[in-house]
């Protein structure tokens, strides 16, 4: 687990980043549609579908030879039934025999008519209702629709579905914006289905279309290009995809959690998985997907992929404090904090090269008599003379210094002095650690000094010459 203060650090930087990734993270429109497929809602009653199916076909031929007259029969029967609204999903372009009637038929109001993208009022100068059906395919599936689309001159025109949720009394906010089209339950009596030609002839039961929204289109599995990939295994037919987004329309929306809300939900976990630490934060991120379902079941869109790489986000944070702190290890002391002699041997080599232009100095302290404050007093004591010792060198360094701890009672401080002459620099050194004792034990320290010249070849021979200049010093403070 990281230290308090490193906590602190962490957590908040965590949070902030892990706005950042839920700012440039993209919707999480999987996540969505895995939670659609799982929790599929059935669709609005007021929905059914009139099909043509392949018994349709085989009683009226192909539907390029179709009279269009039958169109304007199966309208009526359905305004006799007592149908709310009427569409259909299918594009009449050029003229063809019949088209006197169904235009005098769809004129009298209560009808949607399919158009295209490209011709957002219909091919046809007909007195109707126009519809864009246009299907969003995305990751190799329909998931998700629009209330409306916009025309070269920056035209909103409505879609298809929206205008039929319009006739059904239901009016949303026209917009690009794409919307989850909500999966409808994979038993076949979920969206009531009629065959189109029952319609024709009227063999249909009047109360079941009485009060509903009806779209007409192809559901025939012997006609090419009439089905969509689905968010499920098998293709599914346009209209009954388009019937899908009335639905979605009619019924309660799914809503967006507002960001500020989502944010603050992403950096709560972030800085809980630091706070926390150690494994924590997977439990967080399963905490962030989990979110995800209740919402969702609430019609709330949450983006549970984003709260879920926060937490995770935040155990990075934890990990790759971890690895500093055991790096810093590998070459720090950590009775007196310095760096050890792992940390000496990589500063000297990496500072080796420039000794031409910056000498390197070395001054070796050695705190004589330290054996008796551990052989007196116990390790406790001569641990505490260390710390002292470490605390004085650390304070008295300049920002050309770097001191380590070199041995169980010697010290190392590096260097690249102004001058070539590293005398007043120990004798500096030696006066400030004049006088440390403790207890009746007062300690004699020796400095030995050494700067590199052009003939040293390595930092061994620096250290070498600054360890024979220690021990002269050591053996004068002892005669």
Do not use: H
């Amino acid at each position: 687990m990281p230290r308090p203060e490193r906590r602190a650090v962490l957590a908040p930087l965590a949070a902030l980043l892990a706005v950042g990734l839920l700012m440039g993270l993209p919707e999480n429109v999987r996540l969505w549609s895995v939670l659609d497929r799982t929790f599929t809602r059935p669709p609005d009653p007021r929905v059914v579908v009139v099909g043509i199916d392949d018994a349709s076909l085989r009683d009226y031929g192909r539907l390029s030879d179709w009279n269009r007259d039958l169109y304007a029969r199966a309208l009526g029967t359905l305004r006799q039934a007592g149908a709310k609204a009427v569409g259909f999903d299918i594009l009449f372009g050029a003229p063809e025999a019949g088209d006197a009637s169904l235009s005098a038929a769809v004129g009298q109001g209560g009808v949607v008519l399919a158009s295209s993208p490209q011709l957002p009022q219909g091919a046809r100068a007909w007195k109707a209702l126009y519809g864009v059906a246009s299907l969003n395919i995305e990751g190799g599936a329909v998931s998700r629709f629009q209330t409306a689309y916009q025309s070269t001159d920056g035209q909103l025109w409505p879609s298809f579905s929206a205008q039929l949720a319009r006739l059904a009394g239901t009016s949303r906010t026209l917009d690009t914006s794409k919307q989850l089209l909500r999966s409808l339950p994979a038993n076949p009596g979920a969206l009531p289905v009629y065959s189109f030609r029952d319609v024709v002839n009227g063999n249909v039961a009047f109360s079941e279309l009485q009060g509903k929204v009806v779209l007409i289109g192809l559901t025939a599995s012997s006609v090419p290009g009439t089905t969509f990939p689905d968010s499920r295994l098998d293709p599914v037919p346009g209209v009954i995809l388009q019937a899908g987004a009335v639905s979605s329309l009619l019924g309660e929306p799914l809503r967006s959690v507002p960001f500020w809300l989502s944010a603050l939900i992403c950096a709560v976990l972030a800085a809980s998985a630091v706070w926390l630490g150690d494994i924590w934060g997977f439990g967080l991120a399963l905490v962030g997907v989990g979110l995800s379902v209740p919402l969702f079941l609430a019609n709330w869109l949450f983006p549970g992929t984003a709260a879920s790489l926060s937490a995770i986000l935040g155990t990075a944070f934890v990990a790759g404090g971890r690895f500093w702190t055991l790096r810093r290890f590998k070459t720090l002391d950590p009775l007196t904090g310095l760096g050890n002699r792992l940390a000496f041997t990589r500063a000297a080599e990496n500072r080796w090269n420039q000794r031409a232009a910056r000498p390197l100095g070395l001054l070796l302290i050695d705190l004589g008599g330290f054996r008796r404050v551990n052989e007196m007093y116990g390790r406790a004591a001569g641990d505490e003379v260390l710390r002292r010792v470490a605390e004085v060198l650390r304070q008295g360094r300049t920002r050309r210094d770097v001191v380590f701890r070199w041995g169980a009672s010697e010290f190392a401080v590096l260097t690249e002095p102004a001058s070539l002459d590293l005398t007043p620099l120990a004798r500096q050194l030696q006066s400030a650690l004049a006088g440390t004792s403790y207890k009746d034990i007062a300690l004699r320290i020796s400095v030995g000094q050494a700067i590199s010249t052009p003939q040293m070849s390595q930092p061994s021979e620096l250290i070498e010459q600054a360890s024979q200049n220690r021990y002269r010093m050591k053996y004068q403070l002892e005669e």
